[in-house]
Structure formats: structure tokens, C-alpha cells
T-cell receptor, first 113, second 116 residues
Framework: KNQVEQSPQSLIILEGKNCTLQCNYTVSPFSNLRWYKQDTGRGPVSLTIMTFSENTKSNGRYTATLDADTKQSSLHITASQLSDSASYICVVSPNSGNTPLVFGKGTRLSVIA | GAVVSQHPSRVICKSGTSVKIECRSLDFQATTMFWYRQFPKKSLMLMATSNEGSKATYEQGVEKDKFLINHASLTLSTLTVTSAHPEDSSFYIC????????????FGSGTRLTVV
């Protein structure tokens, strides 16, 4: 069964600190993995997208890594800001094209002053 | 980048009435659009997949007669919640897939439906 597991479920960090969110998946076949940020009451916004051949991708203070052999991904946030408080969702696409995505349940990040 | 406009962002309706939610891809053609429902602090749950010009494919447990989906053009899909009940209150999000594969999946900003 295609599944995406994220950890931790929730996380609280101080402003300015770094953090790393984890994502393990069992989706097969695998096309690409995406990290989204979802603010409360809003739709998800794409942060990064990686294919199986990519190991790392950055988008500003966000850096995603992918190990296709172990089927693990991480999202590292550096120098956190209050506005980073949101849910971060790991999403895997089983195939290229217009097939439904497989969603993780997300990590709820709270950045406090 | 790709933009998906979802309207309305919030709607309150009375039980028994119908509500239509629109999802538009503003700068790309979307052959496929996905409709999701999200409960508080939960992940997105796929309701149905709609392909332009054909009937939508509904996920198990989703009533197609209650959640009517129309995808009449490459830039517009609509979800109509018919005879709404309080238990239909939820956050509904659409996602559009870029026909050319340039942008991949782009999500709308969501619609908060409250049925009173």
C-alpha cells in the first residue's frame, strides 16, 4: 500500500533556530517527491519538488533531501521565522502525469519568539 | 508561476441548499483537476479526480450525487455540494495538473464551507 509517513507530528522551536522534518514513503513506482507548506485555512504552497535522481534541492531557507534507496526525505529549515509556523506536508507522486498524489499527514511547526 | 484561483474562499449556507465552488487555472491548461476535503488538523483527503470533458472519478465512500463535479473546460472545474448538511462543513481544496507538465500540481487557496 502506498503510504507517506511524516515525523514529528508537531514541533515547537524558538525563532532563529533550525529544524529538520522527516518523511518516509513506501510509494512505488516513484516519480517525484514534493514538500508543501500549508498555512491554516489556506491551500498548500509548493516548496520543493525532487525526482528520484535528485539528492537535494533548496528554496531559500528550505532545503530538501531525498534518498531514493532508503525512501526517505527531509526538509531542513534554517534560521526559522515566526512566519514559518505552518503545516509542512510531504507528498509523493507514484507516476509521472496526472495521477493522484499520496499525502503525508504533515508536521505542524510552531515557531515562537 | 502557476496560479489556481478558488472561489469563494468562505461560504456559509443553510441546510438543504446547494453550494458551488469554482476552481480556475489562470495561466495554464489543466486537463486534470483534483478535489480534496480537509478536516481540522488532518491531511488532505482526495474526493474525486476530474478530467476535462469526461465524468469525474470518485474515491470510495464519496457520494457522486452529493458532490457534483463539472470540468467543462481546460481552465475551470466546479464542485457543487448539493442539499448540504452540517456534516458537510469542511475545508475543500482543488488542485490542477498542468497539461504540459511545466508546473505540475498547483493547489487552490481552499474554500471554507459552513452549513448551518
Amino acid at each position: 500500500k502506498n503510504q507517506v509517513e511524516q515525523s514529528p507530528q508537531s514541533l515547537i522551536i524558538l525563532e532563529g533556530k533550525n529544524c529538520t522534518l522527516q518523511c518516509n514513503y513506501t510509494v512505488s513506482p516513484f516519480s517525484n517527491l514534493r514538500w508543501y507548506k500549508q498555512d491554516t485555512g489556506r491551500g498548500p504552497v509548493s516548496l520543493t519538488i525532487m525526482t528520484f535522481s535528485e539528492n537535494t534541492k533548496s528554496n531559500g531557507r528550505y532545503t530538501a533531501t531525498l534518498d531514493a534507496d532508503t525512501k526517505q526525505s527531509s526538509l531542513h529549515i534554517t534560521a526559522s521565522q515566526l512566519s514559518d509556523s505552518a503545516s509542512y506536508i510531504c507528498v509523493v507522486s507514484p507516476n509521472s502525469g496526472n495521477t493522484p498524489l499520496v499525502f503525508g499527514k504533515g508536521t505542524r511547526l510552531s515557531v515562537i519568539a | 508561476g502557476a496560479v489556481v484561483s478558488q472561489h469563494p474562499s468562505r461560504v456559509i449556507c443553510k441546510s438543504g441548499t446547494s453550494v458551488k465552488i469554482e476552481c480556475r487555472s489562470l495561466d495554464f491548461q489543466a486537463t486534470t483537476m483534483f478535489w480534496y476535503r480537509q478536516f481540522p488538523k488532518k491531511s488532505l483527503m482526495l474526493m474525486a479526480t476530474s478530467n476535462e470533458g469526461s465524468k469525474a472519478t470518485y474515491e470510495q465512500g464519496v457520494e457522486k450525487d452529493k458532490f457534483l463535479i463539472n470540468h467543462a473546460s481546460l481552465t475551470l472545474s466546479t464542485l457543487t455540494v448539493t442539499s448540504a448538511h452540517p456534516e458537510d462543513s469542511s475545508f475543500y481544496i482543488c488542485s490542477a495538473y498542468d497539461f504540459l507538465g511545466t508546473y505540475g500540481y498547483t493547489f487552490g487557496s481552499g474554500t471554507r464551507l459552513t452549513v448551518v
